[in-house]
């Protein structure tokens, strides 16, 4: 079965931008959603639908696709979006989840 | 105000069984798809169950297909996951999760319960 894979982490200075890869077999056909989860949190939705922010969700936080990649840029990093993000998506019959990259912003 | 409680997590012997329940509230449930997520310690998030809003349609991981159900009663605002044949790696926190997609090909989970803990020892 397909799989969705993300680089394990990523660090970034505050104020700078951060940016999370999550690639698999025909992701240009499928629709990705992306979750960030805080230690000890629930995951939280952050974008769903490849490109769409559900309300309270500042835009910062944007997609781009370009072929089987997807790219979560978090524009002008808090501390407060450090924590893990995991990409999600549908296939045949189940649903995928990324491995998870964590972000650390120091 | 949208919430997920779950409820049922416990310690438990392999090769035991288990239900979990979820109560939804602050929303149509009747309306919605639910599904069930988990991840164990330290690990990352992993799908187990899908319900569509009238249960004519589920769905399973490949890990708990055959071993867990999955279950709602709409009249309740409920969700159920009754898991048997439990194993050491079914330990997890398991996540109520609602799915305010139209087509399960956009499947996404757009709020989230506390969790319950399930930890499965001898």
């Keep these: 079965s397909s799989e969705l894979t993300q ?13 999370i890869t999550c690639s698999g ?26 490109y769409k922010r559900p309300s309270g969700i500042p835009a910062r936080f944007s997609v ?31 649903v995928l989840f990324g491995g998870g990259t964590e972000l650390t912003v120091l | 105000e949208v919430r997920l409680v779950e409820s049922g997590g416990a310690s438990i012997q392999p090769g035991g069984s288990l239900r979990l329940s979820c109560a939804a509230s602050g929303f149509t449930f009747s309306a919605y798809n639910m599904n069930w997520v988990r991840q164990a310690p330290g690990k990352g998030l992993e799908w187990i169950a899908y319900i569509n ?8 991981a490949d890990s708990v297909k055959g071993r867990f159900t999955v279950s709602r009663d709409n009249a309740f605002n409920s969700v159920y996951l009754q898991m048997t044949g439990l194993r050491a790696e079914d330990t997890a926190i ?20 506390q969790g319950a803990l399930v930890t499965v020892s001898s």
Excluded at chain 1, 7 to 19: C, E, F, L, M, R
Excluded at chain 2, 53 to 60: Q, R
């Design chain 1, 64 to 94: 781009s696709k370009s072929g089987n990649t997807a790219t979560l840029t978090v524009r002008g990093t808090l501390t407060t979006d450090e924590g893990f993000y995991y990409c999600q998506a549908w296939d045949t019959n189940t």
């Design chain 1, 25 to 50: 077999d025909r992701l240009a056909d499928k629709y990705l959603s992306w979750y960030h989860q805080r230690p000890g949190q629930s995951p939280i939705l952050v974008i769903y639908q490849n």
């Design chain 1, 7 to 19: 680089s394990p982490s990523v660090s970034v200075s505050p104020g700078q931008t951060a940016s």
């Design chain 2, 53 to 60: 809003s009238d249960s004519d349609t589920i769905y399973y």
């Design chain 2, 94 to 113: 398991y996540y109520c999760v609602r799915d305010p997609s139209s087509l399960v090909i956009a499947i996404n989970f757009d709020y989230w319960g």
